[in-house]
């Protein structure tokens, strides 16, 4: 159902620029294509430092005095605004489109007088486990989303996911499918046909979940010969630091350079995709966490660069086996080697996969996820 020129559109996040990840991009995006259809929309973020310079949004924001994380107290000031704000709320429609503030509606829904027009969600993936292991916050969840009009998520994997656990979404969800970032880069130039040495690149947090550890041991089972020719470079902020030692004492037992870039602007990124021959995020299951899809997929597709994966989540709804990149089963080192010594070997399949890859990043936008959420505004807002 669209909405209605005269319900203004409240996205309520904890997870918004200048935080990074695929959420905040999400978010981001999603905000500036539903102001592009026409309507008043209204972003409640974490506060950012003072000396952070805004981008120009084309919504109005609006930063509260929290550091939009899960604890007690973040959801209580969080709550509290919900509350100050019930009356302006109570005729507009709330967007959700993460777990963050989820948590915190789940306690105020018990509050009628804290009801929204319309609420809106958005699921990932690993928040849905998350709910569904939690005996005291499943059956919040379950009256939370009996509430929601209208549910998304970004792939078919996290739509099965959310109704198997909690089938309260049936005939309530709509795919709302990532896409680039709207200031993404890219260059034509064609991959290296000669590149030495070989680059290998991984862009994502220091996170088990990740991968990292998975890929570096699957280049150091290469043939002696090939590790000679290549390089690993790890694009990520440190997130956990044990993690991150095991990370570098690993690359340190590498007849090959590895290289950790640590957290990069996105132009400077835009460089190393350039630099690169090969896409490696061999994600796994951790936990309750899971990879729901993974923009990343998509921006090294768009670059030209061939990827390997794990074949887990969404992971398959952003990589094409054999036709963008190569997936492999989780747990299986050997096929992982495997897979990374077929494409390192072959000049042209990586060429045919990265030139794939180009096409297929671009087949979706945000302006179309944007109205399959919500539609276009009956009548264009006008801004104060």
Not at 70 to 80: E, P
Not at 193 to 217: A, M
Not at 364 to 374: G, R, T, V
Request: aromatic share 8%; with cysteine; proline share 7%.
């Amino acid at each position: 159902m669209p909405v209605t020129s005269n319900s203004s559109i409240h996205i309520i996040t904890h997870e918004f620029y200048p935080q990074r990840g695929g959420i905040a991009t999400f978010t981001e995006e999603m905000a500036g294509a539903t102001a592009g259809l026409g309507h008043a929309v209204e972003l409640w973020a974490p506060a950012a430092k003072p000396e952070m310079a805004e981008k120009p949004w084309p919504f109005r924001l609006r930063r509260l005095c929290l550091r939009g994380t899960h604890d007690l107290t973040c959801q209580f000031q969080l709550a509290r605004e919900l509350v100050r704000n019930r009356r302006r709320l109570r005729y507009a429609t709330v967007w959700l489109p993460e777990p963050g503030p989820m948590f915190t509606l789940m306690w105020l829904q018990a509050c009628r007088a804290f009801r929204p027009h319309r609420l809106v969600l958005t699921f990932h993936g690993s928040e849905i486990l998350k709910f569904q292991r939690n005996p005291l916050v499943r059956p919040l969840a379950r009256r939370l989303i009996r509430h929601a009009g209208r549910v998304s998520t970004l792939t078919h994997h996290t739509r099965d996911l959310l109704l198997r656990h909690f089938p309260e979404a049936a005939g309530k969800i709509v795919l709302t499918p990532g896409a680039l970032r709207t200031d993404f880069a890219t260059t034509d130039q064609p991959a290296r046909l000669d590149p030495s040495p070989l680059v290998v690149l991984t862009v994502g947090r220091l996170h088990p979940r990740k991968g990292q550890l998975q890929t570096l041991r699957a280049l150091q089972a290469l043939p002696a010969a090939l590790q000679q020719r290549l390089e690993y470079w790890v694009v990520g902020a440190e997130t956990r630091a044990d993690y991150a030692q095991e990370l570098q004492q690993a690359a340190a037992e590498s007849a090959f350079p590895v290289r950790m870039l640590g957290d990069l602007t996105d132009g400077a990124l835009d460089d190393i995709y350039d630099q690169a021959d090969i896409f490696a995020m061999t994600s796994i299951n951790y936990g309750a966490s899971i990879e729901g899809f993974g923009l990343v997929y998509l921006e090294a597709s768009a670059h030209g660069l061939p990827v390997i994966a794990h074949d887990v989540g969404g992971v398959s709804e952003a990589v094409q086996h054999e036709q963008t990149g190569l997936l492999v089963p989780p747990d299986q080192p050997a096929v992982l080697t495997a897979a990374f010594q077929r494409l390192l070997a072959d000049a042209g399949l990586r060429m045919r996969l990265g030139q794939a890859g180009r096409t297929w990043a671009r087949r979706n936008s945000w302006p179309e996820s944007a109205s399959l959420l919500f539609g276009p505004a009956v009548k264009p807002a006008i801004s104060s």
